[in-house]
């Protein structure tokens, strides 16, 4: 039977396609996204996971329960103890030094989609701040998972493979399915208006999500 995810996805399947499949992927999986688009990226990557860890600390605040905390506590720590020095190591292998990270302007397109997620956590309880994390938790999982299957995938020469299997690797994916598992249990017996509501909840954190892979691609382009 489908769960939250699949309805939420369901209600705004041409955004969900725009998103997961869009051209930033689909050079990250063929190898042919230029390279000065994927640095734009990664540098303001940096701030976003930086905005995604007040989130966390926001999703703390907000939560109803002693489980509730130490998933938020669980988030800080897996984006400040874990992905943020990976990312910095990342960045490294890519000529961006820590230097280029501080005093980092950040993209309008980045602005909007961190400050949007914390909006709702701030308007609203935690189903709909997790909500409006999902794409972010739930579709770099599901990117990651099928450019890792999908045998047009370039595995020879191509500089993205790295961040392809970070996204496919088990790590990640448990921590995608422990999510869609968490959001469903949240929504557990929310009526038709709650699940419209936070279908636009969903739909709109994907379209900030497109407009964050179209500032990469746009960064070669001007
Ligand atoms: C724009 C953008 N969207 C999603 C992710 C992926 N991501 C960010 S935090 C997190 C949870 C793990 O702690 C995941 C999967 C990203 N890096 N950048």
């Not at 949240?186 to 038709?192: K, S």
């Amino acid at each position: 039977m489908a769960d939250l995810f699949d309805r939420l996805k369901a209600e705004c399947a041409a955004d969900w396609h725009a998103y997961t499949d869009h051209a930033f992927v689909r050079g990250l999986a063929d190898g042919s996204l230029p390279e000065a688009a994927f640095r734009h990226y990664l540098t303001q990557d940096y701030l976003f996971l930086i905005h995604f860890a007040r989130a966390f600390a926001l999703a703390g605040y907000k939560a109803k329960t002693l489980d509730d905390i130490k998933r938020a506590k669980e988030g800080i720590s897996a984006i400040v103890d874990v992905e943020l020095s990976l990312h910095l190591s990342y960045c490294e292998k890519w000529g961006i030094g820590p230097a280029d990270l501080t005093d980092l302007p950040e993209a309008v397109e980045n602005m909007a989609y961190t400050r949007y997620v914390l909006e709702r956590g701030m308007a609203g309880d935690l189903l709909d701040l997790h909500i409006a994390l999902a794409p972010c938790m739930l579709g770099y999982g599901e990117i990651g998972k099928r450019l890792a299957a999908d045998p047009a995938t370039r595995r020879v020469g191509n500089p993205y493979l790295e961040w392809i299997e970070m996204y496919a690797g088990e790590e990640c994916q448990n921590a995608c399915a422990e999510e869609r598992e968490y959001i469903a249990s949240l929504a557990d017996g929310i009526g038709e208006a709650r699940f419209n509501e936070l279908s636009r909840c969903f739909r709109d954190a994907t379209r900030l999500e497109i407009g964050f892979w179209q500032m990469g691609l746009d960064a070669v382009r001007t």
